[in-house]
């Protein structure tokens, strides 16, 4: 049986979230893994995201990279406690900063790929650094700071 | 008759946007216009766009926050060449960089007011900065790096 994503260990509570909830029909379906220390999403554009000719509209992009790096946060802390993934009591994180820079254009015919690292785990906050690809190619880098709410 | 957005008044090729596509049902349908020399975004989500209780998921704000500064960028420039909004040929800006700092928590309940200002307009770079205010709350500050395409 292939192992569960992150997000789909989550209570019922964060079900609904437009990144990934599995309980929202048009959430983006966001899924995170362990891959080693880092983690790594990987993701298909639907035609109702892109920018115009074919590109993918970076806002959602962004929604991404959010939703990877602050599950990543997540599932970084329950391993930092020993704790299995999805156990009680779940410890909630948001979004406190996100810095994205684009270096080149992504297409919607491909999936990308995400590739997370803690950078920085302080008590609340836990800095995470990614990179996204698209085939071989690096077309953003991103920051996100997330906070244990 | 109520002057039209930024984003109603660009090509065709442009109107299957996510972020503003009047061509996109699917779209997030963003409307930008002057305010005196800032410019101002009034957007309310819809139930499909929350984190979870209640709360606007960050990376759909991010996408609010770039269409709304990118747009920006292209009406600034056709104002600094002084010409009409629209008029061809286009001006094409993409977003470089997005730096969003969530302060406050943002429920979708509201509607959201945007208001951007250009901080630095040079050849190919703009540099906008954004305030998200709910009611009368500072709830995040972004700054986006437009590059003409």
């Given at each position: 049986m292939p192992e569960k994503a992150f997000q789909d260990?989550?209570?019922?509570?964060?079900?609904?979230?437009?990144?990934?909830?599995?309980?929202?029909?048009?959430?983006?379906q966001i899924k995170s893994f362990w891959d080693g220390d880092d983690t790594i999403c990987t993701w298909k554009p639907k035609k109702?995201?892109?920018?115009?000719?074919?590109?993918?509209?970076v806002g959602i992009l962004s929604t991404v990279i959010d939703c990877h790096c602050v599950n990543t946060a997540i599932a970084a802390r329950y391993k930092a406690e020993g704790r299995e993934l999805g156990s009680i009591l779940f410890i909630p994180y948001v979004g406190g900063t996100i810095n994205v820079k684009h270096i080149k254009t992504i297409f919607i015919k491909d999936p990308i790929v995400l590739r997370a690292k803690i950078k920085e785990m302080k008590d609340r906050k836990t800095i995470i650094s990614c990179s996204v690809f698209s085939g071989k190619n690096e077309c953003a880098k991103a920051e996100v700071i997330a906070i244990k709410a």
């Open positions: 260990l989550w209570p019922e509570l964060f079900t609904q979230c437009f990144r990934c909830g599995r309980n929202n029909e048009h959430s983006l109702i995201y892109e920018a115009g000719m074919g590109i993918l509209c």
